[in-house]
């Protein structure tokens, strides 16, 4: 289950340092138009995410195939619900606005089964690592 770890942690760290940097953006530039993007970036992206790693450093889930399905749901999500979220905010003109919809509303459904993927699996007993 490192291998899942180290993956969420390293996508957490990355949307930490963008969350980061959108906060930097916002202060200095007295903006807070993007309040909402920054908000999910580094709960969902960021703390979500880190959790979920520490959580399979911590347990080893007997369901590797749920453990997988969550893993890489959450990833997904985390980035579509995000990243559709500031496409819908900021209408970039090269994609029609239905597409920036889906993309957004994919996301956070996938996101949201990641979410559902990680309950089971927490009442599934997996065993404490050594």
Known sequence: MNKYS????????VFGLIGAVLGGHMAGSGSYAVRPIHAHI?????????????????????????????????????????????????????????????FYIAGGAILLLSFVFFCLLTFTHGKKED
Do not use: C, D
């Open 42 to 102: 580094l709960v969902v992206g960021w703390l979500t995410l880190f959790a979920w790693a520490v959580y399979y450093r911590v347990f080893q889930p007997k369901n590797r195939i749920l453990a997988g399905l969550h893993v890489y749901s959450a990833v997904i999500g985390a980035v579509g619900l995000t990243g559709g979220m500031a496409l819908y905010n900021f209408r970039p003109g090269f994609l029609p606005a239905a597409v920036e919809t889906v």
């Open 6 to 13: 180290n993956l969420l942690l390293k996508v957490a760290a």
